[in-house]
């Protein structure tokens, strides 16, 4: 029966092959405009570390009391005070204070008449690495005792090798970042999670060109021109070190419910001491969230995305509602040929299922120029957004797939009514009208 169904559909869009392309573009234009700027979405809102993020968590601690909480909340980074006590304690089963930094490198066999390179790196500590998953291509990260020792070791990426060195095995070697020398311990794979979920959370088009040991450049006051969200300028090691001041973010894994219980235990527990101490005059008021959570949080997707994604949805909605009229409009003109069809004994039903079937082709067709025009708009995406979050968006079977299947799907419940219209159509009369 549904073979005898398509065989009609397609006679009926051959008589017609005008209407039949306007419904196809109008169904084409509005998919496509929706699953291009759900691609951006979904690059910018994927989790960007899924088979862990549930163990990694982020702590925060008020340190600026009532007076200076946003929506209740505390300050989203710690103070050196505060990361330094927890690293120290050790609670979790791994854990790293981290800061992003720029830096200026100079490459091997520098002259003056070269120029020096900028570079952009993290401080963090050994259990880094492990605690990310950071893939390594050479080597591996430094150990407790580097950190512990204050050893000038530099974890380097697979782009800078290839910048500094020329690629290869560059384990043993040295390179100088900014006046001090560091032994090159690893070389990591391409690894570039959007955002940096383990400190700014930023998209960047660039991965990460070094990692060096957080202690060491502490020793070498290394750091220098940050500024805390109180804005006090922390041009000075002296301010670096300031129990007001959050500059380091922060996180710990912990693998298991009872550990992330434990955990915030622990920190109400050590709140509560600095509290006694005098440093603080409010109760505990501290948060632990894991990576999903503390993005939601933070609201890291582009509001503007948010909002073109809804835009391109309501075009596709304005396409659909056109093509709603375009189909009532094309299936009521044939009352004569569904007048012969249940006068020769075709139920209200299958006239219903003949004209849903027709307007499955029309979504199919329309889902197949919509594919193209999808490729063209992700492909064109970064004409429109910033060059970070277009190249977020990506083409592949999945996302073609479901193109497809929301052609399919809105066409078939934009028939819905005009299908129905046409089903109720009264035989008799049209026949006598004939």
Request: glycine share 6%; hydrophobic share 45%; aromatic share 12%.
């Amino acid at each position: 029966m549904f073979a005898y169904y398509l065989e009609l559909a397609v006679r009926s869009l051959r008589r017609s092959p005008g209407l039949t392309a306007l419904m196809m573009l109008a169904i084409a234009f509005g998919v496509a405009a929706s699953m291009t700027m759900y691609s951006v979405f979904r690059g910018i809102s994927a989790d960007p570390i899924p088979w862990k993020s549930s163990q990694l968590f982020v702590p925060q601690i008020d340190v600026w009391g009532p007076g200076h909480r946003d929506n209740g909340e505390p300050p989203i980074a710690l103070t050196y005070t505060d990361a330094m006590a927890l690293m120290r304690q050790h609670r979790a089963l791994r854990q790293s204070a981290i800061t992003s930094f720029f830096r200026s490198v100079r490459p091997p066999r520098f002259s003056e008449n070269d120029s020096l390179i900028d570079a952009r790196g993290y401080a963090v500590y050994s259990e880094f690495f492990p605690m990310l998953d950071v893939p390594f291509h050479y080597g591996t990260g430094w150990s407790a005792d580097d950190d512990a020792g204050r050893t000038p070791v530099v974890v380097i990426s697979d782009h800078f090798n290839q910048e500094m060195f020329g690629g290869g095995n560059s384990v043993g070697k040295s390179i100088t970042i900014d006046t001090h020398d560091y032994r090159v311990v690893g070389v990591v794979r391409y690894w570039n999670p959007q955002p940096d979920f383990f400190s700014a959370l930023q998209f960047r088009l660039e991965a990460p060109d070094f990692f060096l040991p957080f202690q060491f450049l502490m020793a070498n006051h290394a750091f220098m021109g940050f500024k805390c969200q109180k804005g006090i300028d922390l041009a000075f090691t002296a301010t670096l070190l300031s129990p007001d001041c959050p500059w380091i973010s922060y996180m710990a894994e912990l693998d298991t419910p009872a550990a992330v219980q434990t955990y915030r235990q622990y920190l109400d527990a050590y709140t509560s001491e600095q509290q006694k101490m005098g440093r603080f005059t409010w109760s505990p008021n501290n948060r632990l969230r894991d990576v999903p959570a503390f993005l939601d949080y933070r609201h890291v997707v582009p509001s503007n995305t948010e909002l073109s994604l809804l835009v391109a949805q309501g075009l596709l909605v304005v396409c659909l509602l056109n093509t709603v009229g375009l189909l009532l409009a094309k299936f009521l003109r044939r009352g004569v040929e569904i007048a012969v069809r249940r006068a020769l004994g075709a139920s209200r039903a299958s006239i219903y299922a003949q004209f849903l079937t027709e307007a499955g082709l029309i979504g199919a067709g329309g889902g197949m120029l919509g594919l193209l025009l999808t490729v063209i708009g992700v492909l064109s995406i970064g004409a429109v957004m910033p060059a970070q979050l277009a190249a977020l968006a990506r083409l592949d079977p999945s996302l073609l797939l479901l193109t497809l299947l929301l052609a399919v799907t809105a066409t078939l419940l934009a028939a819905v009514y005009p299908a129905y219209r046409a089903s109720q159509v009264p035989p008799a009369l049209q026949l006598k009208a004939q």
